[in-house]
């Protein structure tokens, strides 16, 4: 073999195994997509009337998560929705506190407690999951926060930490295990629902650009963190193969 023979040899091989890497890496990308098994779960967490524009505790940019949540709603063949669901005058209501405002914090028997604008009162347009949101095939819906003297954010337990909703035992009784949660707000219900769903035992992932935040006084970047502690996955919905 003649030297130019020998460089063009060599130059072909470069070439080959450089196209062979990026083929591998493109393979390994399309490799690395989560599989959505008949193990999964999807929770679709308080996406209401109450908490989208125009309601009484809108969520800033909350109606981004609908077309979301409906395109991975139609991936997944088990899903429960939440829905919040207080009396009139309920605890965590400031209107339930003379000389109490919005977003303050009072002490209840059960520990701090936010107190929030009038909300997703029984049987009200306001405590209605979105028309928009098309998922006909949701298996459950979980109410939570019907107790008029203690609030829930989680769709496992309520605030107290010891009233169950009985979601786990749905969820384990059916061979349910990993746990994908989307809708409002992060970094209240859907991190509550996310952390216990850890507790549970769950496989947990938090689908980010399935959610928005109120964001209150740090509350977000709180919530992420102690997710992230609790072994919580943050992932976005490019994530899953849907």
């Not at 450089?18 to 967490?45: E, N, P, R, W, Y």
Request: charged residues 20%; hydrophobic residues 45%; proline residues 3%.
């Amino acid at each position: 073999m003649t030297n130019i023979q020998r460089r063009r040899f060599l130059i072909s091989a470069s070439a080959l195994a450089a196209t062979s890497a990026l083929g591998g890496f493109a393979l390994a990308q399309t490799a690395a997509k989560i599989k959505i098994d008949d193990k999964s779960v999807l929770i679709v967490v308080d996406v209401q009337n109450c908490f989208l524009p125009g309601g009484s505790l809108a969520v800033g940019k909350g109606e981004e998560v609908i077309p979301i949540i409906n395109k991975l709603g139609a991936s997944f063949a088990n899903v429960v929705m939440t829905q919040d669901w207080h009396t009139p005058g309920h605890v965590s209501f400031a209107s339930s506190h003379a000389g109490k405002k919005p977003f303050e914090m009072i002490k209840l028997p059960y520990g701090d407690q936010v107190l929030w604008p009038d909300h997703c009162v029984q049987g009200t347009d306001g405590a209605m999951i979105h028309k928009d949101i098309n998922i006909p095939h949701a298996q459950l819906v979980i109410r939570k926060g019907f107790r008029k003297t203690v609030d829930s954010y989680s769709a496992f337990r309520e605030a107290d930490r010891k009233t169950v909703t009985g979601l786990a035992a749905y969820l384990k009784s059916r061979g349910l295990n990993r746990v994908f949660v989307t809708g409002l707000a992060t970094d209240f219900c859907v991190a509550w629902t996310a952390m216990d769903a850890r507790r549970e035992g769950f496989e947990v992932s938090v689908i980010e650009d399935a959610c928005r935040g109120i964001d209150t006084q740090g509350s977000l970047a709180k919530a992420w963190d102690a997710m992230k502690k609790a072994g919580v996955k943050r992932i976005q919905s490019g994530d899953l193969a849907v």
